[in-house]
């Protein structure tokens, strides 16, 4: 009997695939069903693939496969993330470019993926770094600039003093760089931005629509946050009357302590998604950010808001609303409740973020947690305007948030909240102070980097300061070499220090080029559409490649939840205003599948030293069919799951019983039809088929199981059939061993082209079934009959049970209600 060794059949399958190259996807074919699969665009690091790298991939590597045997043309290309710190920070400690040191990871991943027998179409490959791709990329940001979609202002940023480049605010932990740990700052530079906004009802209103797990479309929508609700101006404390002959502008405000401000800052404004609440406003709280803390501090209070306020420029906007403990300052200042008439409180707190609304709000600590625990913390009134309409026992910390009865609320009392709100906006828009008003918490897209290794920003400056795009003929603007990769404190990349580059000509004119770089998400926004059409030096893409082959059908993924899957959707809306493309969502079915932990369960990490090689697996004579075998079982597929290298084992066990089931079927074949394996067989091919649509692969695994455990009981009378389906199903998950057994058993078509098996629907069902006995519509008993037996047998055989004549005997049956293979009820006489 020949013995399993996966080095040499993978080995051997592998030199097969990547000859004669059977998994190139073929466009405008009609004559087939078409479907795009892919998984997220992998950053190739220097580690290579990991285990949940493996997990994704051959996620989609089962459904390539598994359509491709239905007989579907599957595109599922591959490409790699290249740009980013990693590869620059390498750069900046060894003096290697990150050209080179791309182009070795990515050598090393493509030989990783071969070796776990990946059905990719290699003629497809694309690398973001590489000039021939981000030449289209700075091409996409011309229309954007082109369309007002992308520009440039004054923002306060997080800035890492070592890694001397901006932060995202998910890259803050507790006040420190993500990456090297550094503690970070705030800089206020000019920064260019993608309008994202101007997308955001659509990007809201469309997730209704998708194909997406429920928890990445609340994500997406809470990231947008589109609150409906109101803007209202408080007036601070002390306005001076304004004189005959004076413009609102020229009007002046006495501060408590004596100090004028201007008409300009005598006003904060905040946006209420609860204008129903005013009259219970008993402070307001200014982000510290605001523009308005320094003018209205007093010099009373001026220190301890100067400290508060540079503490808090150290924490994220993440820490600050996780933060459970509130804190603020008193201003010494004071605004007037537009709805009142009373004087309140104005305070500093890092629980308003200046990235919402107007960075201040309105207080109502009766109908507001955060403001209740606040104003429980400095003692501040709390003043009751909604009453609920149920007992105080239903409250949460003795505040209620919800709709109710207006009190305390002047003319507005006694009615219904949700009619007073719209009453009360009206009411405030007469006399000048309010107005109705949609916010969002999501704001544009941050994309400068202050790094070398990111695509060029395709902007130049001429004298004056004012940017002009890189005309398109000039297009790709190259990233040049360099001899120091390190940025410097100037806020300006290592471009900036290369030689001539910055030089440029336009329509006669010297410029200054732009050296920023572009955020990486940039380059991942587009990718699946550059897959139809990866080898275009005209275009960015084709239309006609576009339509035939995308939106994408399945995209599988772990990450980015927001970042990635809302950029990705805001690029394809714009492709189609532009009349670039025919669709407005890139993706119509999202995989989002969990994490593969350590054995402890702990997330797995090169610092923590529990990081799995696929390799090593693949090597240590397990092989490529074990290990993609074992992931796709580890448990549902949406579910974090903890490595265990005892149940590797248990599916290579698994693998190698097949093989040497085959081996004694080759030795000793059998022509002859069993029907109970011919039914094992059927229900197989109907519930693996069903469980891979359904994306339930650990079950369509365990199926599997079963019906070799079947086999294996019976095995002088298996045929060939019962062992080529076997193999079929199995070859999407391991594609090698399957491709082997089926040569070996005399085939001339290889697995793939050899047709997913079909089963009979008769034949899934159980020969027999049990049905449910009734008297009087009462349970007696259960029976098992012939599967469509008649009404005369069923009544027949239940009339049989003891307990069913207990309450028939004597009497006559008047009535049988039967619903076959289910119930049967019998009603006698009384």
Excluded at 257 to 275: K, L, N, S, W, Y
Excluded at 328 to 357: C, H, R
Aim: with cysteine.
């Amino acid at each position: 009997m020949k013995r399993y060794d996966p080095s040499k059949i993978e080995a051997k399958w592998q030199k097969i695939w990547q000859n004669e190259k059977p998994y190139e996807a073929v466009d405008f074919d009609d004559a087939r069903p078409k479907i795009y699969l892919a998984e997220m665009f992998p950053y190739p690091s220097a580690a290579g693939l990991h285990v949940g790298h493996v997990r994704n991939f051959t996620i989609v590597d089962v459904l390539t496969r598994f359509y491709g045997q239905l007989g579907y043309n599957v595109m599922r290309p591959f490409g790699y993330d290249t740009f980013g710190l990693p590869a620059e920070n390498y750069a900046i400690k060894t003096g290697t470019a990150p050209q080179a040191v791309t182009t070795e990871n990515i050598a090393n991943f493509r030989n990783q993926a071969q070796r776990l027998g990946y059905a990719i179409d290699w003629s497809r490959e694309i690398s973001s770094s590489d000039p021939e791709y981000y030449r289209w990329t700075q091409w996409i940001f011309a229309r954007l600039f082109e369309r007002g979609l992308a520009y440039q202002k004054e923002s306060d940023q997080w800035w890492c003093p070592v890694d001397k480049t901006v932060l995202a605010n998910e890259q803050v932990e507790a006040g420190k760089c993500w990456r090297c740990g550094a503690e970070v700052e705030k800089k206020t530079m000019k920064q260019w931005f993608f309008k994202i906004t101007a997308y955001a009802d659509e990007l809201l209103d469309n997730l209704d629509d998708l194909d997406w797990p429920d928890k990445i479309k609340t994500m997406q929508r809470n990231w947008i946050g589109k609150s409906v609700g109101a803007e209202i101006d408080f007036v601070i404390a002390n306005e001076a009357k304004q004189s005959s002959g004076t413009t609102a502008g020229s009007l002046r405000v006495a501060r408590d302590d004596g100090e004028i401000i201007t008409r300009d800052d005598a006003i904060i404004t905040v946006f209420t998604t609860r204008p129903d609440t005013i009259f219970g406003a008993t402070f307001m709280v200014l982000a510290p950010e605001h523009h308005l803390v320094k003018q209205i501090t007093t010099d009373q209070q001026r220190q301890k808001v100067n400290q508060y306020v540079e503490q808090t420029q150290k924490k994220s906007d993440i820490e600050r609303q996780e933060n459970k403990q509130k804190t603020g300052v008193f201003t010494g200042a004071y605004a007037i409740n537009p709805a009142t008439n009373e004087k309140i409180p104005i305070w500093v707190a890092d629980y308003v973020l200046a990235n919402y609304g107007e960075g201040a709000i309105m207080a109502v600590p009766a109908h507001d947690e955060r403001d209740y625990e606040f104003a429980q913390k400095f003692n501040l009134p709390i003043i009751e305007v909604i009453k609920p309409q149920l007992s105080k026992t239903d409250l949460k910390n003795s505040i209620w948030t919800g709709e109710g009865i207006m009190v305390n609320s002047m003319q507005f009392d006694n009615q219904n909240s949700g009619t007073a709100r719209e009453k009360i906006v009206k009411w405030l828009s007469k006399q000048g102070i309010g107005r109705e008003k949609v916010n969002y918490r999501m704001r544009d897209w941050l994309i400068s980097r202050q790094r070398y290794w990111g695509t060029p920003i395709p902007i130049a400056y001429d004298s004056k300061g004012q940017p002009h795009l890189i005309p398109d003929n000039q297009l790709p603007v190259l990233l040049p070499g360099v001899e120091d990769y390190k940025p410097d404190d100037s806020g300006r990349s290592a471009l900036a220090k290369a030689d001539d580059w910055p030089k440029v000509t336009i329509d006669g004119q010297e410029m200054t080029r732009e050296t920023d770089t572009m955020d990486g998400y940039a380059d991942s926004s587009w990718y699946l559409l550059r897959y139809a059409d990866p080898h275009n030096t005209k275009r960015a893409f084709d239309a006609k490649k576009i339509d035939f082959w995308n939106p994408v059908d399945i995209y599988a993924g772990a990450d980015h939840a927001v970042a990635h899957l809302l950029y990705v959707r805001f690029w394809t809306k714009f492709f189609a205003d532009e009349g670039l493309i025919g669709f407005r969502e890139p993706v119509k079915k999202l995989i989002y599948h969990g994490y593969v932990n350590a054995p402890d369960g702990q997330k797995m990490s090169k610092s923590k030293g529990n990081v799995i090689d696929p390799l090593d697996i693949i090597d240590n004579g397990y092989g490529a069919d074990t290990l993609r075998t074992y992931e796709m079982f580890m448990g549902p597929m949406d579910q974090d799951v903890a490595w265990d290298i005892a149940s590797v084992g248990g599916v290579f066990r698994f693998l190698n019983r097949i093989w040497n089931l085959t081996q004694d079927f080759i030795a000793q074949p059998n022509d002859k039809v069993d029907n109970e394996l011919r039914r094992a067989q059927h229900k197989t091919v109907k519930k693996v088929t069903g469980d891979i649509k359904r994306l339930s692969l650990n079950t369509a695994i365990a199926a599997l199981m079963e019906y070799l455990n079947t086999l294996a009981k019976n095995p002088k009378r298996i045929n060939r059939e019962n062992i080529e389906v076997l193999l079929k199903l199995l070859a999407p998950f391991a594609p090698h061993m399957a491709n082997e057994l089926f040569e070996q058993l005399g085939n001339k078509t290889v697995i793939d082209n050899a047709g997913w098996p079909e089963y009979d629907e008769k034949l899934t069902e159980d020969e027999q079934t049990t049905i449910a006995v009734q008297v009087n519509g009462k349970l007696r008993g259960e029976i098992k009959t012939a599967r469509d037996a008649s009404k005369t047998e069923v009544k027949t055989a239940a009339l049989e049970l003891e307990n069913v004549q207990k309450f028939t005997d004597g009497k006559t049956i008047a009535k049988t209600i039967y619903v076959p293979n289910k119930i049967i009820n019998l009603v006698p006489t009384d």
